[in-house]
């Protein structure tokens, strides 16, 4: 309650000042810095931020799609990438409330891998089963051949080129995509449906998100924004070493479009949709009555994992751990080609929030903080 009304008088008192010195309402003031961030014909910006019952604010500035002037909507759908993984974390917390996994479970017992038998479904969601992470960037595939992919081809693949350890199982904290992977053929093994299917039908249904929302398959091409690669970037420069020709569309103005793609592994970055579908999943793990997780369940989702010598890493079972003015927040980023994103959850004060640009060099650390400050420190 106390928390509750520090941030209501916190929101009533706020009064910004315009660069001419004219008071303008805290709205008005998040709209100015967001248009600071990008040209008006440049890729776009969509942010949200919500609390448990409602919508706290909202916008989106620039351009869905440069060559046709089309703005950027708070409707249009962009890749997620790593932002799928905590989509993958509470799939996997509730297999486990429903008695149908144990996070201490090895993850040999589901799905084969060349790697230390002794990793565990815990090891594999907090970043600490010590698997190799090589650069994914070109783990991804053009969404015109998705139907001829082969998901379990691409994933053996990568696991015949990466097969040894960097650590040991609990040793440290170690980010990998490959983990993530892993995690969605547990998924798949253990529900007996496919990874997408499972997520769909136990993660978006349930909040009431259609697929023209979120998903894994870009619902309408016309309602997804287009991704971009800055032209004068370092990222430009050496794209043809990390990644692969057949993704560069054209230049549209000081940009490169970058085709459609999707991840060859979607549990660790498949997921597409708006910055508002997000957020609709954001506001429910701080509803007081979740949806999606029971509360021991969430109590996982929030809880700061160890290393095995008991100590702490900056991770929970699904969440990166940060902090801003005094305020510990939870947050997921994802970046790939031509599209940035971070999503972050702060329990304490009942708000959460999304931003979400369709380039792919884009800081949404510094711009999110800066973004959120706004509601969460004046």
């Known amino acids: 309650m106390k928390t509750s009304l520090i941030l209501l008088l916190t929101l009533i008192s706020f009064s910004p000042v315009s660069s001419d010195g004219e008071v303008v309402s805290k709205n008005e003031h998040v709209i100015q810095l967001i248009a600071e961030l990008s040209s008006p014909s440049d890729p776009g910006i969509q942010y949200v931020i919500v609390d448990k019952n409602s919508v706290v604010f909202e916008h989106s500035f620039g351009m869905a799609d440069i060559k046709n002037k089309t703005p950027l909507s708070l409707a249009h759908t962009m890749a997620a990438f790593s932002m799928t993984k905590t989509l993958t974390a509470i799939a996997v917390l509730q297999l486990v409330q429903r008695g149908k996994i144990k996070l201490d479970s090895q993850a040999s017992q589901y799905v084969e891998h060349p790697y230390n038998s002794e990793i565990t479904i815990r090891h594999l969601l907090s970043h600490t089963s010590g698997i190799p992470n090589p650069i994914p960037l070109k783990w991804v595939h053009l969404a015109n051949s998705h139907d001829s992919f082969s998901e379990v081809e691409a994933l053996s693949q990568v696991l015949a080129a990466n097969p040894k350890r960097d650590a040991l199982p609990g040793g440290k904290y170690g980010y990998s995509n490959i983990g993530y992977w892993l995690l969605g053929g547990i998924i798949e093994k253990i529900s007996d449906r496919e990874y997408s299917d499972y997520i769909n039908e136990n993660i978006f249904e349930p909040l009431g998100l259609t697929p023209s929302e979120i998903g894994f398959r870009i619902n309408n091409e016309d309602n997804h924004a287009k991704g971009y690669l800055k032209k004068y970037s370092f990222m430009n420069l050496i794209k043809s070493f990390v990644t692969d020709r057949e993704v560069w569309a054209g230049y549209e103005g000081g940009w490169l479009h970058i085709r459609n793609v999707y991840a060859n592994g979607p549990a660790f970055g498949g997921a597409i949709g ?9 506001q429910d793990l701080i509803a007081e009555n979740s949806a999606l997780l029971e509360k021991n369940a969430m109590r996982g989702l929030y809880s700061q994992q160890k290393t095995n010598s008991g100590e702490n890493i900056e991770m929970t079972l699904g969440w990166h751990v940060g902090e801003i003015s005094g305020v510990k ?9 031509g599209y940035h994103s971070e999503m ?13 640009a369709n380039r792919t060099s884009f800081n949404t650390r510094k711009k999110l903080s800066n973004l959120d400050s706004n509601f969460i420190n004046q």
């Open 274 to 282: 708006s910055a508002k579908a997000f957020s609709r999943v954001l």
């Open 344 to 356: 972050r959850v702060y329990p304490d004060l009942g708000l959460a929030s999304v931003i979400m």
């Open 329 to 337: 927040y939870y947050y997921k980023e994802g970046g790939g080609a």
